[in-house]
């Protein structure tokens, strides 16, 4: 499995029975052209088939792409016509103004405007403006179908990637959004296939320069989070439950599977609510904010120093004084995102001692979180997912937060790739039962209603 992240690059090797047998994994490296920032594709592709290289003993018999879902690929006589963009790059702020004048309304495409290139359609429409001859005959594929793309040769897209706050689709009609049709935009995509759908076989290329099998066959591949979504269906609690999973890495992402259909114009597209759109093809009330990014900001440090486990007793433990002196910090870090889009982030109390800080942070995520939760109308279980997952100070605060829901963890570190080799045998189930989360031995409503008193928006 090979998971293309916006911070990392991971490739996993795993068994027939969905045992993990090997995990690779590499930053991604800054890369600029002609003054805008890129994605790193010349470099992942160098060390992805160093990987692959390395499994050439291995009976690999499939290869599942996995990838973020702001990010596209041009490619015109089989080459990348030009590095994709960075969404953390800025296009110029008229182009912007004309690409808001132009999006399809959030009722239709569950997408809220964002910032940056954050919509998929923004960086297509920048793309469109300071490329016109090369977009008009171009192949378009989402960041995940790229690598597809890379391994096999066939062009596809794919809805769970188009379905990612992209301005591009329309969840509740499963089709092209009225932008991208009056753009002609769904006829410059590839294809669309399914996330489970074989497109090919690896390239005679690929196999030569690995070794591996000309015969690997390679499936469309999927977004991120919906990746993350396929693992924790595995788990009989959440497979055909009312459940809402709670990614956690760079972004926080609180995915709903409601037990009835959520109207898309319900959600508050104002506090970076969204719908994304299941492996299956299905809606999925959603909401995020940029948690892992806010974290590190906070705490100044290497960011697993709030959630390895020798530090998990200390951080506990701070949690009182935390609370004593009102020590808290005000939404919101990264601008434009989560719940309270417009906050200007500051410290109220700021804590000097290193472990009452990041218990602080942890209770800001947790408060966040919990408004995300909210929003989407979460309700009877949360499975949270990711690294955060082992930081307890953070997923006991949810609990205590929400009485009323089920909270659990599993797996901290494999649920995207293990979600991504469930679309080829979806029986797979995730290794390890669910954890039932305990709530903080602390009371924390006076706190929650001390910080809901200094935010911007009404609870």
């Known amino acids: 499995m090979i998971d293309i992240g916006k911070t990392m690059s991971k490739i996993t090797l795993w068994s027939r029975a969905g045992a993990l047998l090997d995990r690779q994994v590499r930053p991604n490296q800054a890369s600029e052209e002609s003054g805008i920032a890129r994605l790193d594709a010349a470099g992942i592709a160098q060390w992805a088939q160093g990987v692959l290289a390395g499994y050439a003993g291995q009976p690999v ?121 009056a753009q002609g935009w769904d006829r410059r995509f590839a294809p669309l296939a399914a996330a489970g759908t074989v497109i090919g076989t690896i390239t005679p290329a690929l196999a030569a320069a690995t070794g591996l099998s000309r015969d690997v066959r390679v499936l469309a591949g999927l977004h991120d989070s919906n990746a993350a979504l396929m693992a924790a269906r595995g788990h009989a609690a959440i497979a055909r439950n009312e459940a809402t999973v709670l990614s956690t890495g760079t972004w926080f992402i609180a995915m709903r599977l409601p037990a009835t259909p959520v109207v898309t114009a319900d959600l508050p597209e104002a506090r970076d609510c969204l719908v994304n759109v299941d492996a299956y093809g299905r809606p999925v009330p959603s909401a995020r904010f940029m948690g892992g990014r806010e974290i590190e900001a906070l705490i100044e440090i290497d960011t697993r120093r709030v959630d390895i486990k020798p530090d998990q007793p200390h951080l506990l433990a701070a949690v009182p004084a935390v609370l004593a002196v009102g020590a808290m910090h005000l939404p919101t870090l990264a601008p434009g995102c989560g719940p309270y889009p417009t906050g200007q982030g500051c410290w109220v109390a700021q804590p000097e001692d290193w472990y ?25 279980r949360l499975l949270v997912e990711g690294r955060f997952a082992e930081a307890e100070v953070f997923v006991r605060a949810l609990a205590s937060l929400r009485p009323d829901i089920e909270v659990f963890v599993g797996s901290a570190h494999n649920d995207v790739s293990f979600g991504a080799i469930r679309l080829i045998d979806p029986a797979l189930v995730p290794d390890g039962a669910l954890h039932r989360v305990l709530p903080l031995d602390e009371d924390l409503t006076s706190y929650r209603n001390a910080w809901l008193e200094h935010v911007e928006y009404p609870a």
Not at 96 to 102: I, V
Not at 136 to 152: E, F, G, I, M, N
Not at 356 to 380: H, K, P, S, W
């Open 61 to 181: 018999e499939y290869v599942v792409p996995v990838g973020h879902g702001a990010g596209f690929a041009a490619i015109v006589d089989g080459a990348l016509a030009f590095g994709p963009f960075d969404y953390e790059a800025v296009p110029p702020q008229a182009l912007l103004a004309d690409y808001a004048m132009a999006r399809a309304p959030f009722a239709e495409t569950g997408s809220p405007a964002l910032p940056q290139g954050l919509n998929l359609g923004a960086q297509v429409w920048w793309a469109q403006a300071i490329y016109p001859d090369v977009m008009d005959r171009a192949t378009l594929v989402p960041w995940a179908q790229y690598w597809a793309w890379w391994l096999s040769g066939v062009a596809v897209s794919e809805p769970t990637s188009l379905g990612c706050h992209s301005d591009l689709w329309s969840p509740e009609t499963a089709d092209w959004s009225s932008l991208a049709i």
């Open 356 to 380: 009452e800080r990041r218990a602080a942070a942890c209770l800001y995520a947790a408060l966040v979180t919990d408004r995300m939760l909210g929003l989407i109308g979460a309700r009877e």
